[in-house]
Every structure is written in structure tokens, then in C-alpha cells.
């Protein structure tokens, strides 16, 4: 099992910045990629930003952040971050953390974070 528990989120006024951050513990061994997804009021939860675990560090960003976020880990840590620069109003939904496992079909969740960007 593992567990996610995330932090950062709040009100932020357009053109500003935040992070999320999204900390893993139990068996983290057994982590493949993880990433962010956002669901806004009214829609269907969006992939944001997904990280390899590996040694690659590859990431992978929706067209509508592309360029404004940024995906990142710190192993030692068993933490990903998402730095959000440059947010706009669209932006504004409830982020989720999630881990895909080793063993096909795992999934785990973060708990959620309100990310506001509103003037």
C-alpha cells in the first residue's frame, strides 16, 4: 500500500504562483510514474503532468499547461511537486496527486487540494 498525502493549494490572484506538493510513504518501492490531475466544478478529472520514477525523469504535460507547470521529484523525499506559474482563472479546480504502481491496475490517490485563481 501506499499512502499519499498532499499540501500547498489556496487563493491565488491570475498571472501568480503555486505549489503543490504530493508525499508518498508505505511501499514506495513499488512506484512506477506519479502524477497530477485537476477536476474543475461540472467536469471530468484531466491529466496536468505525469513523472517517470526512473532514472529518466521524463515528464509529460497537458497543451494547457505546458510551458506555465512543472513537474518534479525529489526521491530522497518520496516527493513530487507541482510548481504552477502564470495561472490563469481555467486553472482553478481541485488537484489530485496519483501513484501507478508496479502491478498493473494499482492506482493511488492523494486526498485533494482546492487551487483558486481568481482576482
Known amino acids: 500500500q501506499v499512502q499519499l498525502v498532499q499540501s500547498g493549494g489556496g487563493l491565488v490572484q491570475p498571472g501568480g504562483s503555486l505549489r503543490l506538493s504530493c508525499s508518498a510513504s508505505?511501499?514506495?518501492?513499488?512506484?512506477?510514474?506519479m502524477a497530477w490531475y485537476r477536476q474543475a466544478p461540472g467536469k471530468q478529472r484531466e491529466l496536468v503532468a505525469i513523472?517517470?520514477?526512473?532514472?529518466?525523469?521524463?515528464?509529460n504535460y497537458t497543451d494547457s499547461v505546458n510551458g506555465r507547470f512543472t513537474i518534479s521529484r525529489d526521491n530522497a523525499k518520496n516527493t513530487v511537486y507541482l510548481q504552477m506559474n502564470s495561472l490563469k482563472p481555467e486553472d482553478t479546480a481541485v488537484y489530485y496527486c496519483?501513484?501507478?504502481?508496479?502491478?498493473?491496475?494499482?492506482?493511488?490517490w492523494g486526498q485533494g487540494t482546492q487551487v483558486t485563481v481568481s482576482s
Open positions: 513523472i517517470s520514477i526512473t532514472n529518466r525523469r521524463s515528464t
Open positions: 496519483k501513484a501507478t504502481g508496479l502491478v498493473p491496475g494499482t492506482h493511488y
Open positions: 508505505g511501499s514506495t518501492f513499488s512506484i512506477y510514474h
